[in-house]
């Protein structure tokens, strides 16, 4: 079965510090990955996702992340946190055949001015 | 701004009511989804849909109930509400394929006094 873990519930760091998000995953067979940002009282939208065309994925808001297969990591990175990057983020895996998505616990970014 | 839609956003209700929540998406989206989210928790799958007559259970038992009777639509009932439900609602679409997102609405926040 398919399965997320965030390595981290809560994350802070200073403005203009860089930022290392943790999600490792659980796959039989070639995963696709996603990152969700959720700021307070919206919905969730989509950072990036892993097509495996690249393991390097660019996505919104100068966010990128790596996939690593021998280490079956995705962690999300941004070389300069803002204020407005606080949030929740979420790692996410599809589930094999049924594209259901499967989320991690959540990482809570902290930015401190 | 993706094009999904959640109705109410907020619902403060007495237990033993009935009440439904409205998800709609003007995207023609054949899957559609719901979530259980409770505040700094992951979300839980509850109920899915794959089209028009097609609904599932996800992977979070819920007493909820849900209908597809129009692509667009896919609104979710609680047939006596009670304080245990008190959670936040998200529903979400995505197109068929690999390495397809899902597009969320802002959520539905339930409280049942």
């Known amino acids: 079965a398919q399965s997320v873990t965030q390595l981290d519930s809560h994350v802070s760091v200073s403005e203009g510090t860089p930022v290392l998000l943790r999600c490792n995953y659980s796959s039989s067979y070639s995963p696709s990955l996603f990152w969700y940002v959720q700021h307070p009282n919206k919905g969730l939208q989509l950072l990036l996702k892993?097509?495996?065309?690249?393991?390097l994925v660019k996505g919104i808001n100068g966010f990128e992340a790596e996939f690593k297969k021998s280490e079956t990591s995705f962690h999300l990175t941004k070389p300069s946190a803002h204020m407005s990057d606080a949030a929740e983020y979420f790692c996410?895996?599809?589930?094999?055949?049924?594209?259901?998505?499967?989320f991690g616990t959540g990482t809570r970014l902290q930015v401190f001015p | 701004e993706a094009d999904i839609y959640q109705t109410p956003r907020y619902l403060v209700i007495g237990t033993g009511k009935k009440i439904t929540l409205e998800c709609s998406q003007t995207m023609g989206h054949d899957k559609m989804y719901w979530y259980q989210q409770d505040p700094g928790m992951e979300l839980h799958l509850i109920h899915y849909?794959?089209?028009?007559?097609?609904?599932e259970k996800g992977d979070l038992s819920s007493e909820s109930t849900v209908s597809r009777i129009r692509t667009e639509h896919f609104p979710l009932t609680l047939e006596s509400a009670r304080p245990s439900h008190t959670s936040q609602y998200l529903c979400?679409?995505?197109?068929?394929?690999?390495?397809?997102?899902?597009?969320f609405g802002q959520g539905t926040r339930l409280t049942v006094v």
């Open positions: 892993y097509t495996s065309a690249a393991t």
């Open positions: 979400a679409s995505s197109e068929w394929g690999e390495n397809t997102e899902a597009f």
């Open positions: 849909s794959y089209g028009v007559n097609s609904t």
């Open positions: 996410v895996v599809t589930e094999q055949n049924t594209d259901k998505l499967i």
